[in-house]
């Protein structure tokens, strides 16, 4: 693959302002050819089929969805097929939700005449925020690094450990997790980032490891089964994840494997930090139980893509014909294993009483 010599965002409107224009983030680290979104069915199925992912990109996307939708048929019934059409995607990230009751509420007491276009500005709107609020997770979540540097002799990397890819191709810039760690880089603060390759579909060795290394970020993959050892041998100074939906009283949904890493990290006693939009609350959920876990194809751990020496790209199989594979994609993290939350207003306790002391209005939602 070239060089990406220019820094571009994951979503932004096209010039011609019919579409969005996106990546196809399902080559990566080979390839990552440009999409462009202009029909609600181009926008449902590069959620579904991943072109796109990440909960705050998946939001974004599913917006630019709406208004491509009320170009061809902005009638209330139109309007509500469209966000069930989207809502269906994927089920476990509620940035998706949000993104589309945030749309719904915006367009139903307007006339159709008014919605497609009101709708793209509203879908150009939720990424310019994302941008905003990434930038903002980052500013907090810099102090906590540079909290733990500060802990450091001279000079010595602060080692943070990641699962997944909640980076800049997670969202429309900066990512969460990862906005804190490109700013300490940027600010000259030493960090090296253990990225955990996040089986079955390898987020993290192939998408955080690839931003990382377009930013130049010291970094090493490692396997997902790697963690508990890194930290009990003192090597991981904290851990930041991001975040598909956070309960009310804390609890986590996050990537499959992001459990077993908040045990080993609260066994060693190192920090576990979750970084999230307010998007990413679910004010409507108790807690993590009754959370839309979803289950994804088998083939995804049966089967592996790869280039081959000569440039080509392979799958292979690497479990034996006929054994049934278990896909679960995202699993939940008891609030009691989180340190805190690095939110867009601040870093609070993984706790109702800790997001209320930063979100006061969602108290009365
Ligand atoms: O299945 P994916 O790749 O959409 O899962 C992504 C994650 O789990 C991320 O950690 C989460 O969405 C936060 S992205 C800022």
Known sequence: MPPVTEHRRTLWPAPDGR???????????????????????????????????GAPLIGAVAAFGVAFAMREEPSDAGLGAACDRLARTRPTAVNLRWALERL?????????SERAARA??????????????????????????????RRKRPGEPVRVLTHCNAGRLATVDWGTATAPIYLAHRRGLAVHVWVDETRPRNQGAAITA??????????????DNAG??????????????GADRVARNGDVTNKIGTYLK??????????????????TIDWRLADGTAVPIEERSGDELALVAGRTADGRIETVRITPEGSPCG??????????????????????????????????EAAAA
């Open 19 to 53: 579409a969005a224009l996106t990546y196809d983030q399902r080559f990566l680290p080979h390839a990552l050819p440009e999409l462009r979104l202009e029909r609600l069915e181009d926008a449902a199925a590069a959620i579904a089929e991943m072109k796109v992912r």
């Open 104 to 112: 719904h509420t915006l367009l139903r007491p307007l006339p159709p």
């Open 120 to 149: 793209f500005a509203e879908a150009v709107a939720i990424a310019e925020e994302d941008v905003a609020v990434n930038r903002a997770i980052g500013e907090r979540g810099f102090a906590l690094i540079e909290a733990a540097a």
């Open 210 to 223: 690839f931003e990382l290394g377009q930013e130049g970020v010291p970094h090493t993959v490692i396997a």
């Open 228 to 241: 508990g050892h890194l930290m009990r041998e003192g090597l991981v100074d904290l851990c930041i994840v």
């Open 262 to 279: 908040a045990l080993a990290a609260f066994d060693n006693r190192v920090p576990f930090y979750v970084a999230l939009p307010s998007s």
């Open 327 to 360: 896909n679960w994609a995202f699993d939940v993290t008891p609030a009691r294993l989180v340190t805190a939350f690095v939110t867009e207003r601040g870093v609070c306790p993984a706790s109702e009483a800790g997001l209320l002391s930063l979100f006061p």
